[in-house]
Protein backbone atom coordinates (compact mmCIF):
# COMPACT_ATOMS: atom_id res chain seq x y z
CA UNK A 1 0.00 0.00 0.00
CA UNK A 2 1.62 3.42 -1.18
CA UNK A 3 2.08 5.67 1.86
CA UNK A 4 -0.73 7.89 3.21
CA UNK A 5 -0.07 11.69 2.71
CA UNK A 6 -0.95 14.27 5.67
CA UNK A 7 -2.80 16.64 3.06
CA UNK A 8 -5.95 15.16 0.97
CA UNK A 9 -7.06 17.63 -2.09
CA UNK A 10 -10.61 16.36 -2.97
CA UNK A 11 -11.38 17.42 -6.70
CA UNK A 12 -14.40 20.48 -6.61
CA UNK A 13 -16.15 19.84 -9.81
CA UNK A 14 -19.13 21.97 -8.82
CA UNK A 15 -20.18 24.40 -11.42
CA UNK A 16 -17.21 27.09 -12.11
CA UNK A 17 -14.46 25.03 -10.77
CA UNK A 18 -11.82 23.89 -12.33
CA UNK A 19 -10.05 21.28 -10.49
CA UNK A 20 -7.16 20.58 -12.48
CA UNK A 21 -6.02 23.96 -12.29
CA UNK A 22 -5.82 23.72 -8.57
CA UNK A 23 -4.11 20.29 -8.90
CA UNK A 24 -1.48 21.45 -11.03
CA UNK A 25 -0.78 24.89 -8.77
CA UNK A 26 -1.02 22.37 -5.94
CA UNK A 27 1.17 19.37 -7.15
CA UNK A 28 4.66 21.02 -7.11
CA UNK A 29 4.62 22.44 -3.35
CA UNK A 30 3.02 19.76 -1.62
CA UNK A 31 3.49 16.81 -3.75
CA UNK A 32 5.52 14.60 -0.66
CA UNK A 33 2.49 15.04 1.45
CA UNK A 34 -0.40 14.84 -0.60
CA UNK A 35 -3.13 12.51 -1.44
CA UNK A 36 -5.89 13.27 -4.61
CA UNK A 37 -9.41 11.95 -4.19
CA UNK A 38 -11.19 12.47 -7.32
CA UNK A 39 -14.83 12.91 -6.22
CA UNK A 40 -17.58 14.08 -8.77
CA UNK A 41 -20.81 15.42 -8.35
CA UNK A 42 -23.53 12.98 -7.75
CA UNK A 43 -25.21 13.90 -11.17
CA UNK A 44 -21.59 12.98 -13.35
CA UNK A 45 -21.43 10.43 -15.23
CA UNK A 46 -19.05 7.26 -14.86
CA UNK A 47 -17.55 8.43 -18.22
CA UNK A 48 -16.97 11.95 -16.83
CA UNK A 49 -15.57 9.85 -13.84
CA UNK A 50 -13.15 7.60 -15.29
CA UNK A 51 -12.46 11.00 -17.90
CA UNK A 52 -11.18 13.34 -14.83
CA UNK A 53 -10.21 10.40 -12.60
CA UNK A 54 -7.47 9.94 -16.02
CA UNK A 55 -6.41 13.37 -16.59
CA UNK A 56 -5.57 13.44 -12.26
CA UNK A 57 -3.48 10.58 -12.78
CA UNK A 58 -1.46 11.75 -16.08
CA UNK A 59 -0.71 15.14 -13.29
CA UNK A 60 -0.25 12.88 -10.30
CA UNK A 61 2.06 9.96 -11.30
CA UNK A 62 4.57 11.81 -12.27
CA UNK A 63 5.08 13.17 -8.63
CA UNK A 64 4.44 9.43 -7.38
CA UNK A 65 0.97 11.05 -5.91
CA UNK A 66 -1.39 8.25 -4.56
CA UNK A 67 -5.02 8.96 -6.39
CA UNK A 68 -8.05 7.32 -5.01
CA UNK A 69 -11.68 7.33 -6.65
CA UNK A 70 -14.71 8.17 -3.89
CA UNK A 71 -17.38 6.32 -3.98
CA UNK A 72 -17.33 4.92 -7.47
CA UNK A 73 -14.33 2.36 -6.93
CA UNK A 74 -14.83 0.45 -10.79
CA UNK A 75 -13.55 3.55 -11.68
CA UNK A 76 -10.59 3.13 -9.64
CA UNK A 77 -10.16 -0.03 -11.11
CA UNK A 78 -10.65 0.88 -14.35
CA UNK A 79 -7.73 3.51 -14.05
CA UNK A 80 -5.38 1.75 -12.11
CA UNK A 81 -5.84 4.28 -9.06
CA UNK A 82 -4.50 3.80 -5.50
CA UNK A 83 -7.82 2.59 -4.26
CA UNK A 84 -10.65 4.79 -3.50
CA UNK A 85 -12.87 5.93 -0.19
CA UNK A 86 -16.67 4.75 0.91
CA UNK A 87 -18.91 6.82 2.12
CA UNK A 88 -21.97 5.74 4.76
CA UNK A 89 -24.25 5.35 1.41
CA UNK A 90 -21.86 3.94 -0.53
CA UNK A 91 -20.94 0.09 -0.70
CA UNK A 92 -20.04 -1.87 2.88
CA UNK A 93 -16.49 -1.23 4.00
CA UNK A 94 -16.01 -5.36 4.17
CA UNK A 95 -17.38 -5.60 0.23
CA UNK A 96 -15.09 -2.70 -1.14
CA UNK A 97 -12.39 -4.19 0.37
CA UNK A 98 -13.41 -7.04 -1.71
CA UNK A 99 -13.52 -5.09 -4.69
CA UNK A 100 -10.30 -3.18 -4.31
CA UNK A 101 -8.10 -6.41 -2.98
CA UNK A 102 -5.81 -5.96 0.03
CA UNK A 103 -3.46 -4.06 -1.79
CA UNK A 104 -4.91 -0.74 -2.30
CA UNK A 105 -5.77 2.35 -0.33
CA UNK A 106 -9.41 2.06 1.32
CA UNK A 107 -10.72 4.87 3.12
CA UNK A 108 -14.11 4.85 4.97
CA UNK A 109 -15.74 7.99 6.26
CA UNK A 110 -16.65 7.98 10.03
CA UNK A 111 -18.11 10.19 12.71
CA UNK A 112 -18.13 8.58 16.05
CA UNK A 113 -16.25 5.84 17.44
CA UNK A 114 -18.55 2.71 17.18
CA UNK A 115 -18.59 3.15 13.22
CA UNK A 116 -15.08 4.45 12.88
CA UNK A 117 -14.05 0.53 14.82
CA UNK A 118 -16.65 -1.40 12.44
CA UNK A 119 -15.06 0.69 9.29
CA UNK A 120 -11.19 -0.20 10.16
CA UNK A 121 -11.92 -4.01 11.61
CA UNK A 122 -14.12 -4.45 8.10
CA UNK A 123 -10.96 -3.33 6.20
CA UNK A 124 -10.55 0.62 5.81
CA UNK A 125 -6.81 1.72 5.59
CA UNK A 126 -7.79 4.91 7.27
CA UNK A 127 -10.70 6.97 8.20
CA UNK A 128 -12.34 10.59 6.73
CA UNK A 129 -13.60 11.69 10.05
CA UNK A 130 -16.11 14.37 10.32
CA UNK A 131 -17.50 17.16 9.06
CA UNK A 132 -15.18 19.01 12.26
CA UNK A 133 -16.74 22.40 11.13
CA UNK A 134 -20.12 23.55 8.92
CA UNK A 135 -19.08 23.58 5.26
CA UNK A 136 -21.10 24.48 2.00
CA UNK A 137 -18.81 21.89 -0.20
CA UNK A 138 -21.23 19.17 0.03
CA UNK A 139 -24.65 18.58 0.50
CA UNK A 140 -26.65 16.68 3.45
CA UNK A 141 -23.74 16.62 5.69
CA UNK A 142 -24.78 15.82 9.43
CA UNK A 143 -24.11 18.50 11.90
CA UNK A 144 -19.91 18.97 12.57
CA UNK A 145 -18.75 16.91 15.37
CA UNK A 146 -15.69 19.55 16.35
CA UNK A 147 -11.95 18.89 17.34
CA UNK A 148 -13.31 16.61 20.22
CA UNK A 149 -15.69 13.82 18.17
CA UNK A 150 -12.19 13.59 15.59
CA UNK A 151 -10.32 12.95 19.24
CA UNK A 152 -12.65 10.39 20.17
CA UNK A 153 -12.14 8.79 16.81
CA UNK A 154 -8.53 8.63 17.24
CA UNK A 155 -8.86 7.27 20.40
CA UNK A 156 -10.60 4.28 19.35
CA UNK A 157 -8.45 3.31 16.48
CA UNK A 158 -4.77 2.10 14.60
CA UNK A 159 -5.44 3.82 11.86
CA UNK A 160 -4.35 7.07 10.37
CA UNK A 161 -7.45 9.76 10.75
CA UNK A 162 -8.14 12.69 8.42
CA UNK A 163 -10.16 15.68 9.69
CA UNK A 164 -12.81 16.94 6.88
CA UNK A 165 -14.87 19.43 6.81
CA UNK A 166 -14.44 23.33 6.52
CA UNK A 167 -10.88 22.59 7.63
CA UNK A 168 -8.67 25.64 6.89
CA UNK A 169 -4.31 25.72 7.66
CA UNK A 170 -5.57 27.76 10.66
CA UNK A 171 -7.67 24.90 12.19
CA UNK A 172 -4.63 22.28 11.25
CA UNK A 173 -2.64 23.09 15.04
CA UNK A 174 -5.88 22.28 16.86
CA UNK A 175 -6.62 19.07 14.74
CA UNK A 176 -3.14 17.47 14.93
CA UNK A 177 -3.08 18.12 18.76
CA UNK A 178 -6.47 15.94 18.72
CA UNK A 179 -4.87 13.68 17.32
CA UNK A 180 -5.98 13.46 13.53
CA UNK A 181 -2.78 12.25 11.00
CA UNK A 182 -4.20 14.87 8.46
CA UNK A 183 -6.45 16.44 6.93
CA UNK A 184 -8.59 16.76 3.39
CA UNK A 185 -10.03 19.43 2.39
CA UNK A 186 -11.83 21.04 -0.78
CA UNK A 187 -12.82 24.77 -0.78
CA UNK A 188 -9.44 25.60 1.38
CA UNK A 189 -7.83 24.83 -2.00
CA UNK A 190 -10.51 25.31 -4.96
CA UNK A 191 -11.75 28.53 -3.56
CA UNK A 192 -8.76 29.91 -2.30
CA UNK A 193 -7.08 32.89 -4.25
CA UNK A 194 -3.91 31.67 -4.59
CA UNK A 195 -4.18 27.79 -4.05
CA UNK A 196 -0.27 27.17 -4.13
CA UNK A 197 0.31 29.36 -1.97
CA UNK A 198 -2.80 28.21 0.37
CA UNK A 199 -1.06 24.70 -0.08
CA UNK A 200 2.25 25.46 1.23
CA UNK A 201 0.44 26.65 3.96
CA UNK A 202 -0.97 23.75 4.51
CA UNK A 203 1.62 21.28 4.60
CA UNK A 204 3.57 23.98 6.60
CA UNK A 205 1.01 23.59 9.42
CA UNK A 206 0.48 19.74 8.61
CA UNK A 207 4.60 18.98 9.39
CA UNK A 208 5.74 21.86 12.12
Known amino acids: MPSLGRLHLITDTRPGRDPLAVLRAVLPVAHDHLVVQVRVEDTATDRQAYELTRQVLALCTPYEVP ?4 DRLHVALATGAAGGHVGADDLPVAAAREVLG ?3 VLGATAREPAT ?3 AVT ?3 SYLGVGPCRATATKDGLPPPIGVA ?3 AVVEAVDV ?3 AIGGVTAAHVAELRAAGAYGVA ?4 LSQAADPT ?5 LVRALTW
Open 197 to 201: RAAVE
Open 102 to 104: PAA
Open 149 to 151: GVR
Open 67 to 70: CLVN
Open 122 to 124: AGA
Open 185 to 188: VVGA
Open 116 to 118: ALA
Open 160 to 162: PVI
